[in-house]
Structures are given as C-alpha cells and as structure tokens.
Nanobody, 122 residues
Framework: VQLQASGGGLVQAGGSLKLSCAAG???????MGWFRQAPGKEREFVAT????????YYVDSVKGRFTISRDNAKNTVYLQMNSLKPEDTAVYYC?????????????????WGQGTQVTVSS
C-alpha cells in the first residue's frame, strides 16, 4: 500500500498551499486524515474527513484556515492551507482510517504516507 502525498513546499507567511494525497483503493469506504510533525515535536492531528465527506474535524490551531476535502472518484484527499504561519512548518502526513468515520485518534489509522515538507517563512 502506498500513499503518495504532494504539494508541499516553501511559502511565505500568509501564503497558501494545497496538499494532495493519492491513496488508491485502500481509501474506499474509509475516513482519511492529515497529521503533521514539526522538528523536535510529536506528530499531531491536523484534520480528518469521513468517507462520505459529510463530517470533518480540525485541530483548533488551523480552524478557519485549513480545509480538508476528498474526491472519492480519484481516491484522493486534499488539504487546502491558507493564511499559513511559521508554526505550521512541519512534515505533513496523510493517512487512511480503519473505518468510514472521521477520527482524530492516530490509532484509528491503518496506512500512512511518507510525508511532504511544508515550510513557512516569516
């Protein structure tokens, strides 16, 4: 199983990036999520979306700035990131859930991508 995340890069504070994660058929009927890990910190939950796309959750620090979405026909999940801040700098990972529901719990994910680097300069 291979999840391919893309879209990371270097951006100035206030800028935008859109991450994509192609998950293949492993994402069928499964919730998906984005997590991130900054240098020297533990991996943290960022956003999650249910299989139907009708339920989403976000960590408080990104609410109103990030939007998670998915295209089930393409087996792809997206993370639109606006108004980026230096503290958003991290490696971002996508993951496929064990169930159809959205979940903040990393234990609720079965497959993980290799990550894409997002760097926000001040």
């Amino acid at each position: 199983v291979q999840l391919q995340a893309s879209g990371g890069g270097l951006v100035q504070a206030g800028g935008s990036l859109k991450l994509s994660c192609a998950a293949g058929r492993t994402s069928s009927n499964k919730g998906m999520g984005w997590f991130r890990q900054a240098p020297g910190k533990e991996r943290e939950f960022v956003a999650t979306i249910s299989w139907k796309g009708d339920v989403t959750y976000y960590v408080d620090s990104v609410k109103g700035r990030f939007t998670i979405s998915r295209d089930n026909a393409k087996n792809t999940v997206y993370l639109q990131m606006n108004s980026l801040k230096p503290e958003d700098t991290a490696v971002y990972y996508c993951a496929v859930g064990r169930r159809s529901a959205a979940t903040r719990n990393p234990e609720g994910y079965h497959y993980w991508g290799q990550g894409t680097q997002v760097t926000v300069s001040s």
